[in-house]
Structures are given as C-alpha cells and as structure tokens.
C-alpha cells in the first residue's frame, strides 16, 4: 500500500528521524490558516507548497513550489490543490491533487538520495545511497553508476552496523556524530512499519548541519497492515485506480491493461502465462485478473463485471485449472453468470483438471453463445481471433 509523504514522515518521525515539518490540508479554506501557522510554528517566512499524490516526478511536474514570501505561498497552494498533476509516472491521463503539504523551508548544504528496500538475489534487506540526491535515481544509475553505493543487512550475515559505516562514509557524513543513529533510526521504521520500500530523496544536510528527511516515499506490505493500525488509516482511495478498488472489493486480483482481451484467471503464474500467450499470438491483454481458488459463480459474474467494466474489452478468455475447485463447477458457474448478465462479447473457456471432460461437455452442451477449448494456445487463438 502506498502512502503520501506527510503520512510517511509521521511514521518516520515517529521512529525519532529527523523531518522537514509542515501541515497538510485538504480544504481550500484551510490555505491561509496553514501557511500561517507553518510561518509561525517554525519560525520561517519562506515555506514548500508540495502536492500530496502517489507519484514521483510532483517537482518537475509543477506540484512542488519554493515560496519566499505569504502571497507566492497562496498562490501556490490555490493554484496546485485540485490541479490535474502530469508527471512521468502518473501518465498522460495525470492525478487530481486532493492534498496539500506546506512544510517549513530549510538553507540545504548538500542533497542525498537513499533508499531502504529487500534484495531478493541475496535474501537480505539493502541500504542504496547516493550523494547525488534529489534527481532520479535511474538517470544516476545509467550516468554515474558508481556513485551509487549499497549495503545489505542480514541477521549473522551482513550485520546493520557494518552496513551503516559503509554508507556513513559513502556519503562523508562520519564526522557528524548523530549520522549513524539516524540511520538506525530509519532501519527501524523500516522493519517496525513492514515497508517494501523506504526512499527518502532527497535526504539533506541543512547549513547549520543537521541531518534531514526533506521528503519521503513509502510503501507498505499490504499482508501486514492487520498489525499496522496506525498505517492502515492512512490509506488514501482517491489514489486508487477504481476498478481495482472494485475488484479488492469482490476479493479479486485486478491489474488494468492496455488491450482489447480480458482475462479471468486462477493463480498469479497461470494469469502471467495466460496474458504471455496472448501477446505470442498477437493480442493484448486488457487485464490481469486472479480469481483465487474459489471460482464459483459470484466470483466469475463479479469478475465480468470487472472485465467489462473497461469499454476496450472485446473477447474474454476464461483459463481456470481445477485442483481443489471442481471444473464442471466452474462451467456451471460461467454459464449461470453469462445468462444473468447478458454479455455482448465473445467468450473462450478452456478449463483443465478435476473433471474437466465433464465440464466441456457441460459447455459443449449449453445454450450459452462461448466457445470451449482445451489447450491454452487453442484459447488464445481463439480470443484473438475476435478482435483481429
């Protein structure tokens, strides 16, 4: 689960980590009121009018503004709330801003980049750092590759403290007493919180040197948050694209694509491989969507409501394996659903395992207009071939 910076730097400051402080807001009426209390909290007359959506790129996209005095900081903040935000991750189709961060501003030395997140090649959790912060990453990864420094952590393997010295010095901060503890500090909301990912870029050292987080980009695991009862508040549905917000609700697995065949699949591995032979014989999947072990008629009708919910939709390739869910099931189930909702799209069921013969006949047989087959490939083809 994603989260907005003002709430990843609650969770950070919460662990004791140095942060750039501010207030966040979400009506227009509460402009003036924050920008003078930031003023007047932080004793600061310039402040950072930062939109608040879960996509990097907010600066270059006009969503973060440096404001010297009061009247640029209004400005700023009614022109940026509720402004459609194009970024390089948001896409052409951009993000309504529905929330503001006003933050103190700070006389920054140097910036940094730094990134908490598990390596999966060595089991082990990775410290990534960089002392060229507040650009992305990637144009430094491809430019300077050497400039980018990691670290792992592993119980007995790679102690953190060892891991924390060779970033210290990586980023010449071993002279500033606290720099160690702070990246303790961060570790520790790292592991306390279940993040996937902890980036905070840039992180800076001020004029007067400190050490401090100027912004922050988290990611929860979402399998975790029924012990996270602070974060689980913080999750933001505006965000959200709506379908997939429908689909969490049916208790189904649905990621939006770009094509024209809808898939209903169960299990992640077979869904990959259901949209890979897709594109082999020329198509595009319009989604990936698992309906779980449990494929029973309200599964499949909400899983074609999901599919058919995006107007690109032109055939649906249905490819279930029965292991514990019985397949003549499952046939029965898709043709009960594609009676009640009267679907105007061609349909390709291919159903393998405990009774499958049973459940082509059971296709076969029926009234409803789909076509049945066996092999995967056969399905695909057969899907494809109604939309080209």
């Not at 993000?95 to 140097?110: D, G, M, P, Y």
């Not at 319009?286 to 909400?302: M, P, R, S, Y």
């Not at 107007?311 to 869910?325: D, E, T, Y």
Request: aromatic letters at 6%.
């Amino acid at each position: 689960m994603k989260i907005h910076e003002f709430q990843a730097k609650v969770i950070l400051e919460n662990h004791g980590v140095p942060i750039q402080r501010g207030y966040s807001l979400t009506d227009e009426n509460e402009i003036e009121k924050t920008i003078k209390k930031v003023q007047n909290d932080f004793n600061t007359e310039a402040v950072v009018v930062k939109a608040q959506i879960h996509a990097g790129g907010r600066g270059k996209g006009g969503g973060v503004k440096f404001c010297n005095t009061y009247e640029k900081a209004l400005e700023s903040a009614k022109n940026i709330l509720g402004m459609n935000l194009i970024t390089h991750q948001t896409g052409e189709e951009g993000k309504i801003v529905n929330q503001l961060l006003i933050t103190e501003a700070l006389n920054i030395k140097k910036e940094f980049y730094f990134a908490l997140m598990f390596d999966r090649s060595k089991n082990a959790d990775v410290f990534i750092v960089s002392t060229e912060g507040g650009v992305d990453i990637e144009e430094v990864a491809e430019k300077t590759p050497d400039k980018i420094v990691k670290a792992w952590v592993k119980e007995d393997m790679y102690p953190l403290s060892k891991a924390i010295d060779t970033i210290v010095d990586s980023l010449g901060l071993s002279s500033f007493d606290e720099a160690k503890e702070i990246f303790r500090k961060i570790f520790e909301c790292y592991t306390e919180s279940d993040c996937n990912l902890l980036e905070i870029n840039p992180l800076v050292l001020t004029e007067d040197d400190k050490i401090i987080a100027l912004d922050a980009k988290v990611d929860i695991d979402s399998n975790a948050l029924f012990r996270q009862d602070l974060i689980s508040t913080f999750h933001d549905k505006s965000e959200e694209d709506p379908l997939e917000l429908k689909a969490s609700e049916y208790g189904l697995n649905y990621i939006k694509l770009d094509g024209n065949v809808g898939c209903m699949v169960n299990g992640a591995g077979l869904a990959m491989a259901t949209m890979d032979i897709i594109k082999h014989y020329g198509g595009e999947p319009a989604n990936f969507l698992d309906v779980g072990g449990a494929a029973n008629v309200e599964t499949i009708k909400n899983g074609f409501k999901i599919i058919l919910s995006d107007p690109n939709v032109k055939s649906i390739l249905i490819n279930i394996f029965g292991g514990i869910v019985r397949c003549d099931r499952v046939a029965n189930g898709v043709i009960q659903a594609v009676k009640e909702l009267n679907l105007n799209v061609g349909v390709v069921v291919r159903l393998q395992g405990t009774n499958a013969l049973q459940a082509k006949k059971i296709l076969d047989e029926s009234d409803i207009d789909l076509i049945s087959a066996e092999t995967i490939d056969e399905a695909a083809k057969k899907a494809v071939g109604m939309v080209i």
